[in-house]
């Protein structure tokens, strides 16, 4: 089993930056994939973005530019760096592992609030 805590979100001017962390512990630590996903209100959860144990990176065509993904294997940790921050970017962000191809795990969401 994994758990999975996100911390970093809040409240941030537009145009402005926030860092999330996600940390994992339990019994599976090594991870296929490791990413994010968001949901705003009203609106279906959507992939923000992902990297995979290769160094492959994807993001959703609204972050590009803006958000980097990073993770740090040794500390079972991903990070998502939000540059550039935008009313549109509000919304509880998930993050989530992926030790192959099949499971996912969640962690429980960290709420940016991006409004002057």
């Known amino acids: 089993q994994v758990q999975l805590v996100e911390s970093g979100g809040g409240l941030v001017q537009p145009g402005g930056s926030l860092r999330l962390s996600c940390k994992a512990s339990?019994?599976?630590?090594?991870?296929?994939?490791m990413g994010w996903y968001r949901q705003a209100p009203g609106k279906e959860r959507e992939s923000v973005a992902s990297?995979?144990?290769?160094?492959?990176?994807n993001y959703v065509d609204s972050v590009k530019g803006r958000f980097t993904i990073s993770r740090d294997n040794a500390k079972n940790t991903v990070y998502l760096q939000m540059n550039n921050l935008k009313p549109e970017d509000t919304a509880v962000y998930y993050c989530?592992?992926?030790?192959?191809?099949?499971?996912?795990?969640w962690g429980k969401g960290t709420l940016v609030t991006v409004s002057s």
């Open positions: 989530y592992v992926q030790p192959g191809t099949d499971a996912m795990y």
């Open positions: 339990g019994t599976m630590l090594r991870f296929n994939v």
């Open positions: 990297a995979t144990s290769t160094g492959n990176t």
